[in-house]
């Protein structure tokens, strides 16, 4: 990952609509991170490349390229990098299809500028965090959690910043249930964007990287009405 200093992490927003597209480049340059912009998702695409990003908003319609596209696109070079995508629809069908295609959250328009910028925050101080125990084990496959990698059968996949959310969560408690709800309320925080879906969604990534028969999970195992449990 190519990480900034820290007092100047780097924000690509890729947003059409001029006006929320200026009121996110001067709320994150307000608070000390460095923003570009672009309307299109063809640029955006080239300017994480060349320039990189810390973090990446991108909205779901653009004018050259559905904005799904554009996060599959993202997910081949940058698999770990966090994607929030914005969404003028509430169909719950569009967040879990961006979910699947790579974002890592999803904020339906119109929303507050401050929430976007408190929820950047706080994944950054997750992301970037350092001294945490860094390797868990489970089952067969060793996980680095600052790296945010997986290797399993001499295989090494890449954990998006929510996959290794999740590990860390599972794992802190491991051989007890975990509610959606907590995991909901911890991982994508109070502001009630996730949704149970998400969480399902989340944990049938992860069982594709752990598992050795994802149909047949062995680790982290579904309590059925109440959410899951890691198995080491
Ligand atoms: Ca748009």
């Known amino acids: 990952m190519t990480a900034a200093p820290s007092s100047r992490r780097r924000i690509l927003v890729i947003e059409d609509e001029p006006d929320i597209a200026r009121g996110l480049r001067d709320a994150l340059e307000f608070e000390q991170f460095e923003a570009a912009t672009t309307g299109f998702g063809r640029e955006g695409i080239k300017l994480l490349r060349e320039r990189g990003a810390d973090l990446v908003i991108l909205d779901l319609m653009l004018p050259d390229m559905n904005g799904f596209a554009v996060c599959e696109e993202i997910r081949s070079t940058h698999p770990v990098?966090?994607?929030?995508?914005?969404?003028?629809?509430s169909q719950e069908t569009d967040k879990i299809r961006?979910?699947?295609?790579?974002a890592d959250d999803y904020v339906t328009k119109p929303f507050s500028i401050?929430?976007?910028v408190a929820r950047i925050n706080a994944i950054f101080r997750r992301l970037f965090r350092t001294n945490q125990d860094d390797v868990v084990q489970?089952?067969?496959?060793?996980?680095?959690l600052n790296k945010h990698e997986l290797v399993r059968n001499k295989k090494t996949v890449a954990l998006s910043f929510?996959?290794?959310?999740?590990?860390?969560?599972?794992?802190?408690?491991a051989g007890q249930p975990v509610t959606r709800e907590e995991i909901l309320d911890k991982i994508w925080g109070v502001t009630g964007h996730?949704?149970?879906?998400?969480?399902?969604?989340f944990v049938v990534k992860l069982r594709k990287k752990i598992e050795e028969n994802a149909a047949k999970p062995r680790h982290i195992v579904t309590i059925y009405g109440t959410g899951y449990k890691l198995v080491l």
Not at 98 to 102: D, Q, R, S, W, Y
Not at 162 to 173: D, I, K, T
Not at 194 to 201: A, E, L, M, P, Q
């Open 138 to 144: 489970v089952g067969a496959a060793t996980i680095h």
């Open 114 to 116: 401050g929430e976007l």
């Open 162 to 173: 929510y996959e290794v959310e999740l590990v860390r969560l599972l794992h802190e408690r």
């Open 98 to 102: 961006g979910l699947e295609v790579g």
């Open 194 to 201: 996730g949704s149970s879906r998400s969480v399902d969604n």
């Open 81 to 89: 990098v966090p994607i929030i995508m914005l969404t003028a629809r």
